[in-house]
């Protein structure tokens, strides 16, 4: 694995040269309860694209840190791109990439709001120049926490600053954890969520979706090896289409 963020241009030439593929990942700078960070997102998305990068000899890009946060923009710290933003910072690093050789590019997705503008880079990359780009969220999350997880979501495949998401960041970054905030909160959704714009803010107080108390470092690494091997089951499968 080749860390972009300490590397040399040599070095990075040299990586390309022997076909690395690059390892991108998107997060956001979000509420995340009283408990975690705003950096909770890229955070996390950055350990499962370190894992990833090291398992396949990637080439590990800086993280994009902000994201299309904006249903959590009535909690105060949580910073938003436009989708048209982000979409346009992805086409233009997807553009240097191919002009420097690299084979392809992996997104790693830490936020739920980025997904459409993922998607629409990767789909204009491909149709302006062929450049491959593989997007992943998280696969395979859902089925370790149903197996491993003590509590239950907020709602199904919901995850945000409750067990999962702790447990994954006590992992990664315990310093940035304060535990003796952690609470629970499982607010009703209204009736109508998911059908338009809806801030999280005008029926979540805490910013919390389930219960993280339970939450534990060795369930998160459980979390992030099981998410990291299915990536790369995934990327391998993508690289045989790509050569």
């Excluded at 076909?19 to 350990?47: C, R, Y």
């Excluded at 009535?74 to 910072?89: E, H, I, N, W, Y």
């Excluded at 197996?147 to 239950?152: F, T």
Aim: glycine content about 10%.
């Amino acid at each position: 694995m080749l860390d972009l963020h300490a590397a040399t241009s040599p070095e990075v030439k040299a990586s390309i040269e022997k076909g690395a593929v690059a390892i991108l990942a998107v997060g956001a700078q979000e509420q995340h309860g009283a408990h975690l960070p705003l950096s909770t997102d890229t955070v996390m998305a950055q350990g499962v694209a370190r894992r990833i990068a090291g398992a396949i000899d990637g080439l590990l890009l800086p993280p994009i840190a902000y994201g299309d946060a904006w249903n959590n923009e009535g909690f105060a710290g949580t910073l938003s791109l436009s989708p048209d933003t982000l979409r346009a910072v992805l086409i233009d690093l997807g553009r240097g990439l191919a002009r420097m050789g690299v084979k392809a590019l992996v997104i790693i997705n830490g936020h739920f709001g980025n997904r459409e503008p993922i998607a629409l880079a990767a789909r204009a990359l491909k149709k302006e120049s062929g450049f491959p780009v593989m997007h992943l969220d998280y696969p395979g999350m859902e089925r370790i926490a149903t197996e491993i997880c003590d509590s239950k979501p907020a709602a199904p495949t919901f995850y945000h600053a409750d067990e999962v998401e702790t447990s994954m960041m006590l992992a990664l970054a315990p310093e940035l954890v304060r535990m003796d905030k952690a609470a629970p909160e499982y607010p009703t959704f209204p009736e109508l969520f998911g059908t338009g714009p809806i801030g999280l803010d005008s029926f979540n107080r805490s910013g919390v979706f389930g219960d993280p108390r339970p939450a534990t470092a060795d369930k998160g690494e459980v979390l992030i090896a099981g998410i990291a091997e299915e990536s790369v089951r995934l990327i391998r499968l993508f690289l045989v289409s790509v050569d």
